[in-house]
RNA sequence: GUUUCUAUAGUUCAGUAGGUAGAACAUCCGCUUGAUAAGCGGCAGGUCGUAAGUUCGAGUCUUGCUAGAAACACCA
């Protein structure tokens, strides 16, 4: 006879090769058909909801490993929160106005189009983006309404966004004020950081004196001084033309200056460029005569080299260094963002005596109409003239050029709008301040993300939200023809735009029939309407406005925000000030923040540098769920690290995966839960013990790692569980009950029970992470194909009585398992056993031990996976390993004195008659 | 340059209140051939980025340095 046909040998239709490349994109295909996320809110209604709110990802490109990382996170999340009971929504969202779609419309169709048509080519390109991108994230298994995502360029989107800059306005929020931008002359026009490229460029280099006309200065200084002499501060330029815009000089607070006597009069340098300064000139005698620190010189006042009415002081600036010039920074306000910036602090006057043709207007003495170039030289010959020159250079230094003319820009201050940090509102608060008391109840993910937001709130500048662009969203105001005030109506006004808005796009503003008349505003004649856009972070800091409170399904405040790292400056700042300036608090209750994608150096990946790993490669090659266990197997918090190795290491770790589960689903292939279900108090005692096992993991994994967001450390639990647990322990010595009891004996039923346990519980752990691999062993376990995870919830993992004690109890015997297993490797080495079957145990156990040991009985050697087990009492533990003398049974391979004493089975033991022609053996133990 | 971080075996990660460094995977060796392009066992791998300091004692606390990341700024 032959035995092998009476032993358990399953199969399953599930492959042990993934495969995944080539079948998830199948998988995809039925989940889309089977309209997935829709039927889930079904499910879900009447939960309660966990909303995280998706952060826009900018329109432009295909996908990168960035964009892979942030969703799968957000997937991750999603499907972790619904299989906790929660109703969770996810609608993705695309940010789609802003420069670099404008710029890649002007590339593809030149710059000289209609203003309407070139937006209609923005909106256009801008929506084809998105379905490429949105291909893309499918592909990743990305759970959500991708038929309904958000688009900042929605009509309704863009008609809420300016609803909420009204907000802000009737908030008390809206300035208008000044501010250098980059300015191109040959564009007429303000540029972007973006288009903006440094180039050389020879500048006249020039050292100005300026007279100090408070003879107090010398008080600042100890030693012996000649209270008769001058002081004259000196100052280097390289950009002569901005001294008639000077406001101030600037020194550092903590810079040591010293009073040079040189030409009969005395100099004020910074200490450690006294030699450098001097040696301008040939041969100048001179002496340091004082020392002081630039903190003291603060307020001290100064006359301008060459308009004599005005006087400008001394003031402190953390920009000022000693690297070159003289320690002494010239200060134009209109001219450059740190002098501006210093300038906001000391109240200077932001005087912007340039126009928009780049030439001096025509109020302006000495240089009225000359072009800022012309008016170097014209500088320097003023100064000259007035003996406030010391001397003057060249040099070759890095500017910044118009990308389109290659021509020099300038720095120059024009009007724009101000969302203001330091204005009190009406409850007296200042944005600043609610921004800060919003982030004290904001819990952060990891935690120094607070204080990385909070050092930026504390330091930022007023938000100057104004463009000058085409494809935005419009401020849709009137200002006053000349005073430029707002008009009084401005909120109703705007509400009347906005509805407009709502039915034809952002194009009813530009619309020229659209004027202050038509909409019959108070005195339109006095009022023009702003051509400027609004900064394209404030469509995406909106949308807690203009998406989440708008979508029923949605709620704002959202649970959670969830981006990379760098939106502390973008996004979750943008969202936290349009939220308090809006609502008066942040619009998310937590964040969490993931670092960047980098090599396995720690290096970021970039082209240039060729170590960049594409996601559309990745899951051609391994498949979308090796990339989602790599996402969730790195520590997020830091950078994550990716290269071929660690890629291999991942699908290592998916394969051994799957075989857990392959092995599960094929030796359930004959049991069905409802027929054969062995009731809790008769299991085997080792099944109890997984389930307690079980139940301990599924705790962890489910109430501690996912609920904190601690993804890696979820996989790193649920892997050592597959590989020590499961694989080093209860499937390796189930696997004689398993093939060689009775099919459908107590003792196989049993353990056949705990895996069914096991397979739900795993599958549904793991569908957060494994979607794809998830949802094939579920439509296998449940048998059914249109059945997804999705639809329940963590699994009920039964609760055994005795918990503690069978935990120690088995725990004693997994410790002395090591043991043997050493020992039984010791004579393996030795030759003297192969297959540990061929073994027999003595035991010396200590009493405890050997009372745990007993209770066992016989079923102690399918513990140990040896051939027969005796124990003995004694003092200290200790094993000893026999090859046994008995024969092989032929269809258990345990080598048992029984085999042969049956005349009719004369191959195999009695165990294995009983379980072939009897009623099954009985399994109490293991 | 400033701010906020990171740095533990080949790889991914643990390391809780400072007390002789852990796991999994991979490598290597062996067993098995009834999870088989699988499974099981065993050995080996680290001066915890670096240098000081505090301490009886530091991966763990302090400071400097180096390398890397993000954001911001700058070249007057």
């Given at each position: 006879m032959d035995y092998k046909n009476t032993v358990n040998l399953l199969e399953t239709e599930f492959p042990m090769r993934g495969d995944l490349a080539k079948r998830e994109p199948l998988m995809l295909d039925k989940w889309y058909k089977e309209d997935r996320y829709n039927k889930l809110r079904k499910k879900c209604k009447g939960r309660k909801k966990f909303i995280l709110h998706d952060g826009p990802p900018y329109a432009n490109g295909d996908i990168h490993l960035g964009h892979a990382v942030n969703k799968v996170l957000k997937d991750i999340v999603v499907r972790s929160k619904t299989i906790a009971g929660f109703d969770a929504p996810y609608v993705p969202g695309w940010d789609c106005h802003g420069l670099p779609i404008e710029h890649k419309v002007e590339k593809d169709h030149g710059k000289n189009i209609p203003a309407k048509e070139f937006r209609e080519k923005c909106r256009k390109y801008a929506k084809e983006q998105v379905e490429i991108q949105k291909k893309g994230f499918k592909r990743l298994g990305i759970l959500g309404d991708w038929e309904n995502p958000y688009l900042t360029m929605d009509y309704k989107v863009e008609a809420d966004t300016v609803r909420a800059l009204g907000e802000i306005y009737k908030n008390g929020y809206l300035q208008s004020g000044k501010k250098p931008v980059h300015w191109c002359i040959e564009c007429g026009s303000a540029l972007a950081e973006a288009e903006v490229e440094y180039q050389d460029k020879v500048s006249p280099a020039i050292f100005v004196k300026f007279k100090i006309v408070d003879k107090n200065i010398f008080k600042a200084f100890n030693g012996?001084?000649?209270?008769n002499l001058d002081v004259y501060a000196i100052i280097w330029t390289t950009t002569p033309w901005t001294l008639p815009a000077n406001q101030a000089i600037c020194v550092g607070h903590d810079i040591q200056y010293a009073l040079v006597k040189a030409h009969n009069s005395y100099l004020l340098i910074a200490k450690d460029l006294v030699e450098s300064v001097i040696n301008q000139k040939e041969n100048v005698d001179h002496e340091i005569v004082a020392i002081t620190e630039g903190g003291k010189l603060e307020g001290f006042k100064s006359q301008h080299p060459f308009y004599t009415d005005r006087i400008v002081p001394i003031i402190l600036g953390e920009h000022v260094t000693t690297d070159t010039g003289t320690g002494i920074v010239h200060t134009a306000p209109a001219h450059g963002i740190e002098d501006y910036q210093v300038g906001l602090k000391y109240k200077l006057e932001i005087h912007n005596p340039v126009g928009d043709d780049g030439s001096f207007i025509s109020n302006t003495p000495l240089f009225a109409g000359l072009k800022v170039w012309a008016a170097n030289a014209k500088v320097i010959e003023t100064l000259d003239e007035k003996q406030a020159l010391w001397s003057q250079s060249k040099l070759n230094h890095s500017y910044p050029h118009c990308w389109r003319h290659k021509t020099p820009l300038i720095f120059r201050a024009t009007s724009q709008w101000f969302i203001s940090m330091d204005v009190a509102n009406h409850a007296g608060k200042t944005l600043r301040k609610q921004a800060l008391e919003s982030i004290d109840k904001t819990g952060f993910s990891p935690s120094w993300g607070r204080a990385r937001l909070e050092a930026m709130i504390k330091n930022r500048p007023d938000w100057c939200v104004s463009r000058q662009r085409n494809w935005g969203t419009p401020m849709t105001f009137f200002v006053h023809r000349e005073t430029g005030e707002l008009h009084p109506d401005s909120y109703t006004i705007l509400e009347q735009v906005a509805q407009k808005i709502e039915n034809s796009g952002i194009d009813a503003w530009f619309d020229p029939e659209l004027t202050g008349e038509s909409l019959h505003i108070k005195d339109a004649v006095n009022y023009r309407k702003l051509t400027d856009t609004i900064d394209v972070w404030f469509d995406s800091g909106a949308t807690h406005f203009s998406v989440l409170k708008r979508r029923e399904e949605l709620l704002s405040p959202a649970d959670l925000y969830l981006e990379g790292s760098d939106q502390h400056r973008g996004w979750f700042q943008s969202s936290l000030l349009t939220g308090c300036a809006i609502n008066g608090r942040a619009p998310y209750n937590h964040l969490l923040t993931h670092g960047f994608t980098v090599d396995e150096n720690g290096h970021k990946m970039s082209k240039s540098k060729g170590n960049g790993i594409e996601p559309i490669e990745i899951m051609n090659q391994y498949g979308a769920d090796i990339l989602r266990l790599w996402v969730a197997s790195s520590d997020y918090s830091g950078e994550l690290s990716l290269s071929n190795e660690i890629l291999k290491r991942t699908a290592d770790n998916y394969r051994r995966i799957r075989n857990t589960l392959r092995f599960l689903l094929a030796n359930l292939a004959d049991f069905n839960f409802a027929n054969d279900e062995v009731k809790l108090d008769d299991l085997v005692e080792v099944d109890k013990y997984a389930l307690i096992r079980l139940h301990s993991v599924q705790d962890k994994v489910v109430n501690k790692l996912y609920a904190s967001f601690q993804f890696h450390l979820a996989i790193q639990e649920l892997v050592n569980y597959c590989s020590e647990d499961l694989g080093g322990f209860y499937l390796d010595i189930l696997k004689d009950r398993l093939y060689t009891s009775k099919a459908d004996c107590h003792a196989r039923r049993s353990c056949q029970t705990v895996l069914y346990h096991l397979t739900k519980s795993l599958a549904l752990m793991f569908s957060p992470i494994l979607c794809f691999t998830a949802d094939e062993v579920w439509e296998t376990i449940q048998n059914d194909k249109s059945d997804s995870t999705l639809y329940h919830t963590y699994h009920q993992v039964p609760v055994i009585h005795d918990s503690e004690m069978l935990q120690y109890k088995w725990g004693q015997i997994e410790e002395l398992r090591v043991i043997i297993l050493k020992e039984l490797e010791n004579k393996r080495v030795e030759g003297v056993i192969g297959s540990s079957l061929q073994a027999d145990l003595v035991i010396k156990a200590e009493e405890q031990l050997f009372e745990i040991l007993s209770a066992l009985g016989n079923d102690l050697k399918f513990v140990y996976m040896v051939s027969s087990v005796v124990i003995e009492k004694a003092t200290t533990t200790d094993v000893t390993v026999i090859p046994s003398s008995n024969l092989k049974c032929e269809r258990c391979w345990h080598y048992s004195d029984t085999v042969g004493s049956n005349h009719e089975h004369n191959t195999i033991c009695n165990r294995c008659v009983e379980n072939v022609v009897g009623n099954g053996e009985i399994r109490q133990f293991a």
């Open positions: 012996s001084i000649d209270n």
